[in-house]
């Protein structure tokens, strides 16, 4: 398929689920303290979409998902127009989305983006990490390794958002994780796909070389190691079914 512009996109066949969703499953979140039901189902989704548990083919519709929610059409309807709004779904009609298509250029920019975006992000936390918390890190890492050998994709793909996300978020002035946040917003979907094709994608070894650059303050290793664990997908991720024309 081409878009617009004559540019091959990925557009798998689309399945439509008129009700209850039966390939998604959404982790189970809590509704959180003042937090109305339409910040919830917005932030639940958007999570599901960000740790790939919306499938590329997918169209969900707003009687599916409030169905599999356990609520009302109307905060549905409003989530995913927020959705839509950070590029995370294409709205098809009045009560249909999916995971918008992807090209191997596209997928680069983002990656790129994400390189530039979280070794700064790395940079300006690494003089606030302490032995404490770089602690908190090696644990959240070694339960990445845990999910991952139990084969748990979506587990795997959600403690490897919590690592980086716990990392970037420890400088007191963060202002770089929300940026960083839309790009795995949009690039969620085809990780999953990417890992269910090739187990041998994930290398937790780049973690390791983060954490030790942490340990001894060396920013340039550190800048080196995230860099090299955004890039160690990107080779299968943009020759992978899912990013290929349809």
């Given at each position: 398929m081409?878009?617009?512009f004559g540019?091959?996109?990925?557009a798998?066949?689309l399945?439509?689920?008129d009700a209850?969703?039966?390939?998604?499953r959404?982790p189970?979140?809590?509704q959180?303290?003042g937090?109305?039901?339409?910040?919830?189902?917005?932030?639940?989704?958007?999570?599901?979409?960000?740790?790939g548990?919306?499938?590329p083919g997918i169209?969900v519709?707003?009687?599916g998902?409030?169905?599999l929610?356990?609520t009302?059409?109307?905060?549905?309807?409003e989530?995913m127009?927020?959705l839509?709004?950070?590029?995370?779904?294409?709205l098809?009609?009045?009560?249909?989305?999916?995971?918008?298509d992807?090209t191997?250029m596209?997928f680069?920019a983002l990656i790129?983006?994400?390189?530039?975006l979280e070794?700064?992000?790395?940079?300006?936390a690494?003089?606030y990490?302490?032995a404490?918390?770089?602690a908190e890190l090696?644990?959240?890492?070694q339960?990445?390794?845990?999910?991952?050998?139990r084969?748990?994709?979506?587990?795997t793909i959600?403690t490897?958002?919590?690592f980086h996300?716990?990392?970037?978020?420890?400088?007191?002035?963060?202002?770089?994780?929300?940026l960083?946040?839309?790009i795995?917003?949009q690039?969620?979907?085809?990780?999953?796909?990417?890992l269910?094709?090739s187990p041998?994608?994930?290398?937790g070894?780049?973690?390791?070389e983060?954490?030790?650059?942490?340990?001894?303050?060396?920013?340039?290793a550190?800048?080196?190691?995230?860099?090299a664990d955004v890039?160690?997908?990107?080779?299968h991720l943009?020759g992978?079914?899912s990013l290929?024309?349809?």
């Amino acid at each position: 398929m081409q878009n617009r512009f004559g540019m091959k996109t990925y557009a798998p066949p689309l399945r439509d689920t008129d009700a209850r969703p039966p390939d998604l499953r959404l982790p189970a979140l809590r509704q959180r303290a003042g937090e109305t039901i339409g910040e919830f189902v917005h932030r639940r989704l958007r999570h599901a979409i960000m740790t790939g548990r919306f499938p590329p083919g997918i169209a969900v519709t707003i009687r599916g998902l409030a169905t599999l929610l356990g609520t009302s059409a109307m905060p549905v309807r409003e989530a995913m127009r927020r959705l839509a709004a950070e590029q995370a779904l294409d709205l098809l009609d009045n009560r249909r989305a999916r995971v918008p298509d992807m090209t191997p250029m596209r997928f680069g920019a983002l990656i790129d983006a994400r390189i530039l975006l979280e070794t700064a992000a790395s940079q300006r936390a690494l003089p606030y990490i302490d032995a404490a918390r770089l602690a908190e890190l090696r644990r959240l890492d070694q339960t990445i390794n845990e999910v991952y050998a139990r084969g748990d994709i979506e587990r795997t793909i959600e403690t490897n958002l919590t690592f980086h996300r716990r990392l970037y978020t420890l400088a007191p002035d963060d202002a770089l994780t929300p940026l960083i946040e839309s790009i795995w917003l949009q690039i969620g979907p085809y990780m999953r796909a990417a890992l269910q094709d090739s187990p041998v994608y994930y290398h937790g070894n780049r973690h390791t070389e983060a954490l030790d650059a942490i340990e001894a303050k060396n920013q340039r290793a550190l800048s080196r190691a995230i860099e090299a664990d955004v890039h160690d997908g990107i080779g299968h991720l943009v020759g992978a079914r899912s990013l290929r024309a349809a």
